[in-house]
């Protein structure tokens, strides 16, 4: 566990340096969603707000879908923020009726399923942010996740890009980070095991049936046929960071 813990550290905090993720007083309002990833971005960013330096503070905030039909365990992730020192604040929002329309009638039309529920939770945690008084807010991508998003946007609408590490909104006062973007998800799986996270009572009934899902598919395929995929991809990404794209 040892060697695992310190590589995801090391990656965590390569990250924030690299990419200059946070800096002096900053408020950072971290997106919990009860998966693996945002608990383990909860906890490293614990971690790190105990060094003198960058001084930051944190807040978690949990996005309750009611009609997706996924479950946490509320009780669960309110005593993991407070074993952290971390508080944690539950709202409740919901995909606009007539809105939401199967995976299936995704060609031509992003208002699949996952985007309407993730824009809905996007813009309830602005609204959070924007209330405690925050300037950013730390999402739970790992590098796997950029990668596929690069894959979906090449596949599906003709350009080269993905979401940044770093990302300043135009229309709201906030930047968005990424601390997990060098970090690969067969890491945090091992990591979520070895602390002993709780899954999600419930998951996503879309999970297994949506693009992005067949784009990991794809993704892994090209792992196999070249293993260095994951980096050399991923470097390619890194100069859309630099120029802009």
Same mark, same amino acid.
């Given at each position: @566990?040892?060697?695992? *813990?310190?590589? =995801? ?7 924030? *340096? ?5 800096? +002096?007083?900053?408020? !950072? ?7 693996? +990833?945002? @608990? ?11 060094? #003198? ?8 905030? &949990?996005?309750? @879908?009611?009609?997706?039909? /996924?479950?946490?365990?509320?009780? &669960?992730?309110?005593? #993991?923020?407070? $074993? ?12 606009? $009726?007539?809105?939401? *329309?199967?995976? $299936? ?22 609204? !959070? ?6 300037? *950013? =807010? ?28 770093? @990302?300043?909104? +135009? ?5 968005? !980070? ?27 009934? /879309? ?7 067949? =784009? ?14 994951? /980096?050399? #991809? &991923? ?5 859309? #960071?630099?120029?802009?794209?």
């Amino acid at each position: @566990m040892t060697g695992k *813990k310190d590589k =995801i550290t090391r990656l965590f905090n390569e990250a924030l *340096k690299r990419y200059s993720l946070i800096s +002096d007083g900053d408020r !950072i309002l971290v997106g919990l969603s009860g998966g693996k +990833d945002s @608990m383990a971005l909860l906890e490293l960013l614990a971690q790190r707000q105990r060094i #003198f330096v960058p001084r930051f503070e944190i807040e978690a905030a &949990y996005v309750r @879908m009611t009609d997706i039909p /996924y479950l946490c365990d509320e009780d &669960y992730l309110r005593t #993991f923020a407070q $074993s952290l020192g971390v508080p944690l604040h539950i709202v409740e929002t919901q995909a606009k $009726s007539g809105e939401v *329309k199967d995976e $299936s009638e995704e060609v031509g039309d992003k208002r699949g399923v996952c985007f309407c529920c993730s824009r809905h939770r996007r813009n309830s945690l602005f609204a !959070i942010a924007k209330r405690l008084q925050c300037n *950013k =807010i730390a999402l739970g991508h790992h590098r796997d996740d950029l990668i596929v998003t690069a894959l979906m946007n090449l596949t599906f609408e003709g350009q080269f890009s993905t979401m940044r590490p770093l @990302m300043a909104m +135009d229309r709201f006062p906030m930047t968005l !980070i990424r601390p997990l973007c060098l970090i690969r998800e067969t890491d945090l799986v091992q990591w979520a095991t070895d602390h002993h996270y709780h899954e999600q009572l419930k998951r996503c009934p /879309y999970d297994q049936a949506t693009r992005r899902h067949d =784009i990991k598919a794809i993704a892994a395929q090209l792992e196999q046929l070249n293993p260095e995929f994951p /980096y050399t #991809f &991923y470097r390619a990404l890194e100069r859309t #960071f630099s120029n802009g794209v």
